[in-house]
C-alpha cells in the first residue's frame, strides 16, 4: 500500500476518534466543547489535535455534518420502505425514524436543534447536510401531486408577501409545488421538531406518560393538516 494512502487511512481514523471522544463530550458538557479537554482524554499534546481540527468551530461544524447526515439517512431508508403512493404512510415512517433517531443521539439533536451554540456561525457546508431531512417531506408533497392525491389548498390562505416568498423556496426545491401546499408541509416539519424538542428536553414527560401514543396522534394531526389522505 502507498505511503500516501496509509497517512490517509491514518488521518480518518483519528479524525473519526476525535470526534467520538467529542461526541461525548457533548453528551457531559453540552456544546461548549474544548479542544483541550478532548485533546487531554485522546492522551495527545494540546498542539497535535490543531493539526486536525484548527478551531473549535471547525470541530463543532464536522459534529454537525455528521448529526445532519446520520439523521438524514435514517429518516430517508424509513421512508424508502413505505409504500410510494401510501403518503400517509410514509409521512409516519419518516416522524417516527426522526423521533426514534434523537432518542438515540440527544446530545447531538440537542447541537442541531437546540440553543445556538455561542460565538459559533454554521458555515455554508451544513446546508447540504440540513436539507436532507425536510427533503423527505418535500417529496411526499411532490409525488402526491404527481399521482393526483394531493391538491393544492387555497392560495388565498396565504398572505401576499409569504405567497411570495414560498414561490422563491418552491422554486429552488420543487418546481411547480404549490405554495399553499409547501406552507402547510413546512407547518407539518417545524411541528415535528416541536414535538420532538418537547419530549426530548423534558416539557411534556410528567403529564403525558404514554408518548409512544401521543407522538402518533400529534403526527395524525399534522398529516391532516398537510392533506395526506387517509
Known amino acids: 500500500m502507498p505511503a500516501s494512502s496509509i497517512r490517509a487511512r491514518v488521518r480518518a481514523e483519528m479524525l473519526d476518534e476525535i470526534k467520538a471522544v467529542a461526541r461525548r463530550h457533548l453528551a457531559s458538557d453540552g456544546a461548549n466543547l474544548s479542544l483541550r479537554a478532548v485533546a487531554r482524554d485522546m492522551g495527545m499534546v494540546s498542539s497535535a489535535i490543531y493539526r486536525y481540527f484548527p478551531s473549535r468551530d471547525d470541530l463543532l461544524t ?134 420532538i424538542s418537547f419530549e426530548l428536553f423534558g416539557r411534556i414527560n410528567r403529564s403525558l406518560p404514554h408518548r409512544d401514543e401521543y407522538f402518533d396522534h400529534q403526527t395524525a394531526l399534522m398529516a391532516d393538516l398537510v392533506g395526506l389522505p387517509r
Open 62 to 195: 464536522a459534529l454537525i455534518i455528521d448529526a445532519y447526515d446520520t439523521l438524514g439517512a435514517a429518516v430517508e431508508s424509513a421512508d424508502a420502505g413505505a409504500d410510494r403512493l401510501d403518503l400517509r404512510g410514509r409521512w409516519h415512517a419518516a416522524c417516527r425514524a426522526a423521533r426514534d433517531w434523537a432518542l438515540a443521539h440527544p446530545a447531538e439533536y440537542a447541537l442541531l436543534y437546540g440553543s445556538p451554540v455561542p460565538g459559533y456561525a454554521a458555515p455554508d457546508d451544513t446546508v447540504g447536510p440540513a436539507q436532507r431531512p425536510p427533503a423527505i417531506l418535500v417529496g411526499i408533497l411532490r409525488d402526491g401531486v404527481a399521482a393526483g392525491l394531493l391538491s393544492a389548498p387555497d392560495p388565498g390562505e396565504l398572505p401576499e408577501p409569504l405567497r411570495t416568498d414560498l414561490a422563491e423556496v418552491a422554486d429552488a426545491l420543487v418546481p411547480g409545488l404549490p405554495e399553499a401546499l409547501l406552507a402547510r408541509g413546512m407547518a407539518g416539519w417545524t411541528q415535528l421538531f416541536g414535538l
